[in-house]
Nanobody
Framework: QLQLAESGGGLVQPGGSLRLSCAAS????????IGWFRQAPGKEREGVAA????????DYSDSVKGRFTISRDNAKNTVDLQMNSLKPEDTAVYYC???????????????????WGQGTQVTVSS
């Protein structure tokens, strides 16, 4: 059974860093595009970053570009999200998701990702 599990969330001060990890089990993520999404209270779930199966393509939302970096280790079946210069507005539950087909024009579209993890809370506060 295909499963995704996020880890690495927590409480961090503004300007700090966190590294989230998404671990795949029950399947080889090497053939899947992986996206990171987040959902803040009262807001829609939004795409943050995504990476194609062979790491040839990475995409970011404007709000995190230059601060977040997505990477993957296919040998470990993991995809990480390095988050630097965190802001209070980055506070949300962060989810990873898998898509059998990575479409750059739709990388932030939730409907392209049929497989989702349970999420990990990130709180940026002093």
């Amino acid at each position: 059974q295909l499963q995704l599990a996020e880890s690495g969330g927590g409480l961090v001060q503004p300007g700090g860093s966190l590294r989230l990890s998404c671990a795949a089990s029950g399947f080889s993520a090497v053939n899947y595009g992986i996206g990171w999404f987040r959902q803040a209270p009262g807001k829609e779930r939004e795409g943050v970053a995504a990476i194609s199966s062979n790491s040839a393509y990475t995409d970011y939302s404007d709000s995190v570009k230059g601060r977040f970096t997505i990477s993957r280790d296919n040998a470990k079946n993991t995809v990480d999200l390095q988050m630097n210069s965190l802001k209070p507005e980055d506070t949300a539950v962060y989810y990873c998701a898998a898509a059998a087909r990575y479409r750059r024009s739709y990388w932030a579209s939730r409907t392209d990702y049929p497989y989702w993890g349970q999420g990990t809370q990130v709180t940026v506060s002093s």
